[in-house]
Nanobody, 120 residues
C-alpha cells in the first residue's frame, strides 16, 4: 500500500491542523494505521494509532486529549486532528500502515511526511 500524507503547515500555538493520510488501497479491516513524528536529529516518535475497524485508538501521553485519529472508509483516508497545538509539536509527521497485533504492530508501509510548524 502507498501512503500520501498532507495537511501540514505553519500555525500559531493554540491553533489546530488536520493531517490526512490517503492510501492507494483499502486499509479498513486490513491495517492498523499509525501516526509518528520526527524532529530533525532526533528519533521518530509514536503519536497514535487506530485499529483496523476504527474501534480502538491509542495515543502517546504527550498528545492525549489534544489529538484525535479517525478513518474515512470510503476515501481510504486516515486523519490526525491536532488541537491546542504547542511549539513542541513542531515536527515532520508521518503516517504508516501496520500489521500484526494491536499492542505491538509492525508498521511496514510509510508515507513521505508532512511538516508541521507551531510558532509561539
Amino acid at each position: 500500500v502507498q501512503l500520501q500524507a498532507s495537511g501540514g503547515g505553519l500555525v500559531q500555538a493554540g491553533g489546530s491542523l488536520r493531517l490526512s493520510c490517503a492510501a492507494s488501497e483499502r486499509t479498513y479491516n486490513r491495517y492498523i494505521m499509525g501516526w509518528f513524528r520526527q524532529v530533525p536529529g532526533k528519533e521518530r516518535d509514536f503519536v497514535g494509532q487506530i485499529s483496523r475497524n476504527g474501534g480502538s485508538k491509542y495515543y502517546a501521553d504527550s498528545v492525549k486529549g489534544r489529538f484525535i485519529i479517525s478513518r474515512d472508509i470510503a476515501k481510504n483516508t486516515v486523519y490526525l486532528q491536532m488541537d491546542s497545538l504547542k511549539p513542541e509539536d513542531t515536527a515532520v509527521y508521518y503516517c504508516a500502515a501496520g500489521s500484526g497485533i494491536w499492542s505491538s504492530p509492525l508498521f511496514n508501509y510509510w508515507g513521505q511526511g508532512t511538516l508541521v510548524t507551531v510558532s509561539s
